[in-house]
C-alpha cells in the first residue's frame, strides 16, 4: 500500500494503473463500517483508494472539528491489512485554497434535516467529495446507507454535474445490539451508549408497524418518539428515496429517519423500507 499525501502525485500514480478505481471516501477512525465499504469495493474493482481527510469545511463553528476522532497509525495498519492500494492522506492546505469556488448544496434538500441542524454542512460534504472524485477519477465510489441525506445529495450531485463515476451504496453496519457502527459512538460513556440503543429500537418498531400495515406517518413517527423519549429528538421523520417529506410510508420508497442527542453527540440511523 501506497501512502499519499500530495494530490497531484496520487493522479499521476493513478494514472498509471490498468483496470478499474474503487474508491472509499473517509475522515479516518475507521470502523467496521469503513470495512465494509473497502470489501465491497474490492468486489467489483481492481484498484482500490481510500481517502482519510477531516474535511474543515463540513463542521460548522462551535462543532467537533477540533477534537473529532483521530487515528492515524491504526488507520494506516487497517487499511494495509484490508487490502488497500493507495491511502490518501492530504492536508487542509493540499486540499483547500484560498477564497475559492465551492459547490453549493441545493437550497432545499440540503437544507432539511441534517442541513437544517447543520446549515452549511452539505456544500462542505459535496465540496470536498467533488474535489477528491476529480483527483481519484474512479469508476466507483462508495458510501454508506446510514448517511442517507449525503448519499442522496451526492448522487444528485453526480448527476447533475454529469460525473463519470457510479455511486454505490452501501448498507449501514450495526453492532451486535443494533447500535449503528459511527466514528462518534466513542464519545458516548456506558450510560449515554445504553441510552443510545433507544434509536435502533425506535427503528425496530417502526418496521413491525409497517409490517402490521400502519402506514400513516403520523402514527409510525408518535410510536416511535416514544420509545425514543427522553432522549433530545432532532427529527423522526419519513422521506421518499427523492428526499420529499411523505405522509404515508410507500415500501420500496420510503426512508424512516432518525436524528438525536445523545449528551452532546449527535448520532443519525435510518431504514429503507
Ligand atoms: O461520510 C463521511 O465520512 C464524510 O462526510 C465524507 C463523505 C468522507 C466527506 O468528507
Known amino acids: 500500500m501506497q501512502i499519499i499525501s500530495s494530490a497531484s502525485k496520487l493522479k499521476e500514480l493513478l494514472r498509471k494503473e490498468q483496470g478499474s478505481i474503487g474508491f472509499v471516501p473517509t475522515m479516518g477512525a475507521l470502523h467496521e463500517g469503513h470495512l465494509t465499504l473497502i470489501k465491497e469495493s474490492k468486489k467489483h474493482n481492481d484498484i482500490i483508494v481510500v481517502s482519510i481527510f477531516v474535511n474543515p469545511t463540513q463542521f460548522l463553528k462551535g462543532e467537533d472539528l477540533e477534537k473529532y476522532p483521530r487515528r492515524d497509525e491504526a488507520d494506516k495498519k487497517i487499511c494495509e491489512i484490508a487490502g488497500v492500494d493507495y491511502l490518501f492522506m492530504p492536508s487542509a492546505e493540499e486540499i483547500y485554497g ?33 474535489k477528491l472524485l476529480n483527483i481519484v477519477d474512479p469508476s466507483r465510489a462508495y458510501f454508506g446507507k446510514k448517511d442517507a441525506q449525503q448519499l442522496f445529495l451526492i448522487e444528485q450531485m453526480a448527476r447533475s454535474y454529469f460525473l463519470d463515476v457510479e455511486i454505490v451504496p452501501v448498507d449501514t453496519v450495526r453492532e451486535s445490539d443494533g447500535l449503528a457502527l459511527s466514528s462518534r459512538n466513542v464519545y458516548l460513556s456506558d450510560a449515554q451508549r445504553q441510552e443510545a440503543l433507544k434509536i435502533p429500537a425506535s427503528l425496530n418498531l417502526a418496521r413491525s408497524l409497517i409490517t402490521q400495515g400502519i402506514l400513516d406517518t403520523e402514527e409510525i413517527t408518535t410510536q416511535m418518539k416514544k420509545v425514543l423519549s427522553p ?43
Do not use: C
Not at 442541513?115 to 467529495?129: D, E, K, Q, W
Not at 428526499?243 to 436524528?259: C, D, P, T
Open 231 to 273: 432522549l433530545q429528538i432532532e427529527y423522526v421523520v419519513v422521506v421518499s428515496r427523492n428526499f420529499e417529506y411523505q405522509k404515508r410510508v410507500e415500501i420500496g420508497n420510503s426512508i424512516i429517519l432518525v436524528e438525536v442527542l445523545v449528551g452532546t453527540t449527535r448520532l443519525l440511523d435510518n431504514i429503507w423500507v
Open 98 to 130: 484560498d477564497d475559492e469556488p465551492m459547490i453549493q448544496a441545493p437550497q432545499v434538500r440540503g437544507y432539511i434535516l441534517e442541513g437544517a441542524t447543520r446549515p452549511g454542512h452539505f456544500s462542505g460534504v459535496l465540496s470536498v467529495v467533488m
